[in-house]
């Protein structure tokens, strides 16, 4: 598998060519956009979008309108997405029965915005999303396949809707669908579809089941929090996951077991599924990748150094170290500036000092991570040597990481 993500969005603009969204389509790892489940495309951009490119990178103060089927608007999953940020378009090929329409109409009171999407006249289609014109607010037309006379005719039916043009090609197109007072537009007249690429982390299938699992099982906190420190991947997924949802406290530099609390288990259920269905953790090469084995080693060898420093008792400190290092990679991995990262975390002092200027003890123990990553060994000498130690003090550290190296 690839260890770069694609996905790709087109702007849609309003009557000042501002954009106020995007529109996002799945791509395969060769770009492609060939999927036959509508459900694991979905579900794979939407992990692309909070857990890899995150909301910042991917959306900013736009909102991004996702494709969903049938499938997905029964699951749980979109209730614990950010409702602010998204506009979920129903496919017209949704069967709009009783289930659907029921929890449309609990999403919709909630908050949640939807669009009909490629919208039709014909009875079929009328008297299928004709229930549910109360919990939408945008109607999208492709300019393509709609009739302007027929447009003309049923217009009325969408009254009090945000109307969108879709698929415009050509300045006539445009000017017909602001004639009849479309409010956005939508297509390569405007701007082409942008293709995303970005390094990707992918958990193990086969952890992020057991989690879930667990949280099924009703395991202990405790125990479900220890799993995901050997699953340093989906650790790092949650922790994008969670600064792009405001409801979430993310003071005090939480640890794992308190990121899980803050969150709840139902929520963890909901999130782990989206991964199950996007399949991204399915077939994920059994070897490790490069940033799986950094992100380990910086956590193993700022939590080894302070275990020489007999400072491994202090359980606070450990956490603290642990997530330093894992937010340390949201910059490598996932191209996110630290300043976005501390935006969305109040952190600690001690925390914060060591992520922006390698300041106290927990910056320290970062730059020494990061010097033996980069294999400069004077620096690291020098490093140790502010602490106390020397080269023998944590060899067993350091041949245990440059084992790691070389796998």
């Known amino acids: 598998m690839s260890n770069k993500l694609i996905m790709a969005r087109q702007p849609i603009v309003d009557l ?34 909070l857990n890899q490119v995150g ?9 991004a309108f996702i494709n969903i089927s049938g499938d997905i608007l029964l699951t749980d999953i979109l209730y614990n997405l950010p409702k602010d940020h998204f506009v979920f378009e129903l496919a017209a090929d949704i069967h709009m029965g009783k289930k659907e329409i029921a929890n449309l109409e609990q999403l919709h009171e909630r908050g949640y915005v939807f669009a009909l999407d490629n919208t039709r006249f014909d009875e079929n289609y009328i008297g299928n999303f004709g229930p549910i014109l109360p919990y939408i607010s945008y109607v999208k037309f492709d300019t393509v396949q709609t009739d302007i006379e027929s447009l003309q005719k049923n217009i009325s039916l969408f009254d009090g809707k945000i109307l969108i043009a879709q698929k415009i090609e050509f300045q006539e197109v445009f000017d017909a669908y602001k004639d009849m007072d479309f409010q956005y537009f ?10 995303i690429e970005q390094n990707r982390l992918d958990p193990k299938h086969l952890g992020v089941i057991r989690i879930f699992n667990m949280l099924q099982s009703d395991y202990q906190i405790e125990d479900i929090s220890k799993e995901f420190e050997l699953h340093n991947e989906l650790t790092l997924q949650l922790l994008q996951f969670v600064k792009s949802i405001p409801e979430f406290d993310l003071s005090g530099s939480p640890s794992v077991q308190e ?3 803050r969150v709840g288990t139902d929520k963890l259920k909901q999130w782990l599924m989206m991964i199950i269905y996007s399949r991204s953790s399915k077939n994920v090469d059994t070897s490790k990748s490069q940033y799986s084995i950094m992100v380990q080693n910086r956590i193993d060898t700022m939590q080894g150094i302070l275990t020489k420093l007999e400072a491994s008792k202090d359980g606070k400190l450990q956490e603290q170290a ?18 976005t990262t501390l935006k969305a975390f109040d952190l600690d002092f001690e925390v914060e000092g060591a992520l922006i200027g390698r300041k106290g003890m927990l910056g320290n123990l ?10 400069n060994f004077a620096t690291m000498q020098d490093l140790l040597a502010k602490m106390e130690l020397n080269v023998e003090d944590i060899e ?3 041949n245990k990481s440059l084992d790691a190296t070389k796998e």
Do not use: C, H, M, W
């Open 186 to 195: 939508q297509g390569y007249f405007i701007a082409e579809i942008f293709t």
């Open 259 to 261: 990121i899980i609390n």
């Open 55 to 63: 909301v910042d990178n991917s959306i900013g103060d736009a909102k």
């Open 366 to 375: 970062l730059s020494i991570a990061i010097a033996i990553e980069e294999g």
């Open 16 to 49: 000042n060519n501002t954009t106020i969204g995007y529109e996002f389509f799945y791509r395969d790892n060769e770009g492609k956009g060939n999927f036959t489940d509508p459900r694991f495309a979905t579900s794979s951009v939407l992990v692309n979008i």
């Open 396 to 398: 067993d550290i350091l």
């Open 322 to 339: 642990r997530l330093v290092a894992l937010l340390s990679l949201l910059d490598d991995v996932f191209d996110v500036e630290i300043e």
